[in-house]
Nanobody
Framework: QVQLVESGGGLVQPGGSLRLSCAAS????????MGWFRRAPGKQRELVAI???????NYADSVKGRFTISRDNVKNTVFLQMNSLNPEDTALYYC?????????WGQGTQVTVSS
């Protein structure tokens, strides 16, 4: 049973930083892609950043230059470094993993940007 467990969310002031982590377990060690989505209150879930094996990374326009996605294949973990956070980044952040045609989701971690 594949599990994705996120950590690192919390409350941060505008301009601050957070680092999200997502650790995968359950026997798959070569996901085709791993990444992060988010859902803000009253909005649809949207892609934040994704790292695709052999193809690089992709970011939402709203986070380019502020967020960085990285992956540790040995630990089967994906990270999201978030800098210069603003209130519009407030959302529930979900980890995502793709293996062949199977999609896996984490339970979500809340990020709140507020003064």
């Amino acid at each position: 049973q594949v599990q994705l467990v996120e950590s690192g969310g919390g409350l941060v002031q505008p301009g601050g930083s957070l680092r999200l982590s997502c650790a995968a377990s359950g026997g798959i060690f070569s996901f085709n892609a791993m990444g992060w989505f988010r859902r803000a209150p009253g909005k649809q879930r949207e892609l934040v950043a994704i790292i695709i094996s052999g193809a690089g990374t992709n970011y939402a326009d709203s986070v380019k230059g502020r967020f960085t996605i990285s992956r540790d294949n040995v630990k089967n973990t994906v990270f999201l470094q978030m800098n210069s956070l603003n209130p519009e980044d407030t959302a529930l952040y979900y980890c995502y993993a793709l293996w062949k045609t199977l999609v896996y989701w984490g339970q979500g971690t809340q990020v709140t940007v507020s003064s």
